[in-house]
C-alpha cells in the first residue's frame, strides 16, 4: 500500500531526473512486502491454508503484470524516431556546453540526446519564475523579452518543434533561424 502510495508521488519529478532510481526501490519495496505477507500466511496457517492467498496474490501479480504488458506494447512512444534524429542533429550543431532554451514537455529529449544544458520553464536550471515566464509569454515589449533572454548563459540557442512564438511570445529580429527548428539568439542588452 504504501509503495501504490509512493510511485505517483515520486512519479511526479522523475522528469527532472531528481529520483532515478526511486521506482526500482519502491518496486524492490514492494517486493519485499509481499515476500513478508506470504511467509507470515505460510507459518501462521501452515502450507495448506497458505495456498489460497498465495494464489490470490500470484493472480493480483499476474493482472498487473498483463495491464503493464498491455502498456508496454500498445503506447505509442512519446516522441517519433524522426523528432529524436532531430534532436541529435541539433544536438551536433550547437557546440558542447551551449545552452538551449525549450519548452517543458521537449526538455528532457534534449537533455538526453544532446550535450547541451538545456533551459526550460521549470527545469532545475532556470532561475525564473512563473510570473517571469508569464510576463515574457504575454509581454509585447522588445526590450523585455531581450533583457530575459540575457539572463541564459551564451552561447545561446532556441529549440522547439512547435513555434518560437508560443515558447517567447513575441520574438525579437536579433533571434535568427539556423534551421526549421532551430535558432541563434545574438540578441546585446540595451545600455
Not at 498483463?66 to 524516431?81: A, Y
Not at 539572463?151 to 522547439?160: A, G, Q, R, W
Amino acid at each position: 500500500t504504501i509503495a501504490s502510495f509512493l510511485f505517483p508521488i515520486f512519479h511526479l519529478p522523475f522528469y527532472e531526473r531528481i529520483f532515478l532510481f526511486t521506482d526500482v526501490a519502491l518496486a524492490a519495496f514492494a517486493a519485499y512486502g509481499v515476500t513478508y505477507i506470504a511467509s507470515t500466511l505460510k507459518a501462521r496457517w501452515g502450507k495448506s491454508r497458505a495456498l489460497i492467498p498465495i494464489a490470490s496474490l500470484a493472480l493480483i501479480f499476474g493482472l498487473f503484470f498483463g495491464n503493464l504488458w498491455n502498456e508496454v506494447t500498445h503506447t505509442v512512444p512519446l516522441m517519433s524516431d524522426a523528432n529524436i534524429a532531430t534532436i541529435e542533429s541539433i544536438g551536433n550543431e550547437v557546440p558542447s556546453g551551449a545552452t538551449i532554451l525549450t519548452t517543458s514537455d521537449e526538455a528532457p529529449w534534449f537533455e538526453g540526446w544532446t550535450h547541451a544544458h538545456i533551459a526550460a520553464p521549470g527545469m532545475l536550471h532556470d532561475t525564473h519564475n512563473f510570473e517571469a515566464w508569464t510576463a515574457l509569454w504575454t509581454g509585447t515589449s522588445t526590450e523585455k523579452t531581450i533583457t530575459f533572454l540575457n539572463d541564459f548563459e551564451k552561447p545561446f540557442y532556441i529549440s522547439t518543434f512547435y513555434r518560437p512564438e508560443d515558447l517567447l511570445g513575441k520574438v525579437p529580429p536579433c533571434i535568427v533561424p539556423m534551421n526549421e527548428h532551430l535558432w541563434s539568439v545574438a540578441c546585446e542588452k540595451q545600455k
